[in-house]
C-alpha cells in the first residue's frame, strides 16, 4: 500500500519512533560519564570547568519534560467538536449544575432538553441547591406547515390535527417543567425557571446551549412517512430526531469551537427576542 502521507509527517512518525531510545541512551551516558568522574581522576580532571556540557544536559531534560507535558495537554485538552447522542445530554446538564446554568434551546417540541433534564434533577443525589433558567424556543404549531404534515395525492399538505397534536406536546412538556419546579422549591432542592416560545420557522434545526460554554448542535435527520397515531386515518409526514447524533462544541476548544458557540448564541437571542410566548391554553 502506497504512503500517502507527508514528508514532514513521516519525519515526525520516524522522531516519534527513535526519540525515547536516543533520550534514554542520552541520559544514561551522561550519568555515566558524571559517576565514572567521581571516581576516576583524569576524567574528573578533564570535565573539571565544563559548565556547558551541564547546561547542554538540563536542556535536553528540560527539552524531554516541555514535550511529555505538551502530550499530556494534548490528551486533556477537549477536542474542537465531538459527536453525543441526545440522550447524553442529561450528563452534561449535570455537570453543569454547580454554576448555575442558563440553557438555552431551539427544537421541534422541545422533548430532548426537557426528558434529560428532568432525569438530571429529579435524581436525589443532586448536590446545592441548583437554580436553573431553561429557554426552549419551538415551531408555532398554530399556523399552517408542510412538514409535519399529510400526504395527499403524493404531496405535503398542512395537517391541522396532527399540528394540534404537536401543540399539545409542547404544552405538555411546559407543565411538565412547571411542575417539576414546584417540587424542587417545595423540597428546597433548586429551582427551575422555565420558559417556552413559539416562532414560525422550520423545526429541522435543533440545538442546546449551556451558557455560552458549551454547544450541542445538529439537526433533524429523518422525515419519516407513516400512518397517523390518531383518528382520522391518513398518511403523515413526521420528523424524528431524539437519537440523532449531536455535535458538541465546548469553549475550551479552540478558536473554532468559540466561533462556532458566538454565532449559535447570537442566533438564540435574535429568535428569543422575536418569538411570542408560548399560549398555555393552544
Not at 79 to 89: K, Y
Not at 218 to 235: F, L, M
Request: charged share 30%; with cysteine.
Amino acid at each position: 500500500m502506497a504512503d500517502d502521507r507527508t514528508v514532514p509527517d513521516r519525519v515526525k512518525d520516524r522522531w516519534a519512533q527513535f526519540e525515547p531510545a536516543l533520550t534514554r541512551l542520552l541520559l544514561l551516558g551522561a550519568f555515566s560519564l558524571s559517576l565514572l568522574a567521581q571516581f576516576v581522576t583524569p576524567v574528573g580532571d578533564a570535565l573539571e570547568g565544563k559548565v556547558y556540557l551541564g547546561g547542554a544536559l538540563f536542556t535536553l531534560v528540560g527539552y524531554v519534560l516541555y514535550d511529555a507535558v505538551r502530550d499530556l495537554r494534548s490528551t486533556l485538552q477537549p477536542a474542537a467538536r465531538q459527536e453525543v447522542r441526545a440522550a447524553d445530554l442529561g450528563q452534561h446538564f449535570t455537570e453543569a449544575l454547580a454554576s448555575d446554568p442558563r440553557i438555552d434551546a431551539v427544537g421541534f417540541t422541545g422533548e430532548t432538553v426537557v426528558e434529560q433534564l428532568k432525569l438530571c434533577l429529579e435524581r436525589r443525589d443532586v448536590r446545592g441547591h441548583p437554580q436553573v433558567r431553561l429557554r426552549i424556543i419551538v415551531p408555532d404549531f398554530g399556523r399552517p406547515m408542510e412538514v409535519p404534515g399529510q400526504i395527499v395525492g403524493g404531496k405535503a399538505e398542512d395537517d391541522p390535527d396532527l399540528r394540534l397534536e404537536l401543540g399539545e406536546k409542547v404544552r405538555g412538556y411546559a407543565y411538565a417543567m412547571r411542575a417539576l419546579d414546584r417540587r424542587l422549591r417545595h423540597d428546597r432542592r433548586g429551582e427551575l425557571d422555565a420558559e417556552f416560545r413559539v416562532l414560525h420557522i422550520s423545526p429541522f434545526l435543533k440545538f442546546c446551549l449551556i451558557g455560552r460554554d458549551e454547544l450541542f448542535d445538529g439537526i433533524y435527520d429523518q422525515v419519516v412517512r407513516g400512518p397517523a397515531s390518531h383518528p382520522p386515518e391518513r398518511e403523515v409526514l413526521d420528523l424524528m430526531g431524539y437519537d440523532a447524533l449531536l455535535t458538541h462544541w465546548h469553549i475550551d476548544s479552540g478558536a473554532a469551537a468559540r466561533e462556532k458557540i458566538r454565532q449559535r448564541g447570537l442566533l438564540f437571542d435574535t429568535l428569543w427576542g422575536v418569538a411570542r410566548p408560548l399560549d398555555p391554553g393552544g
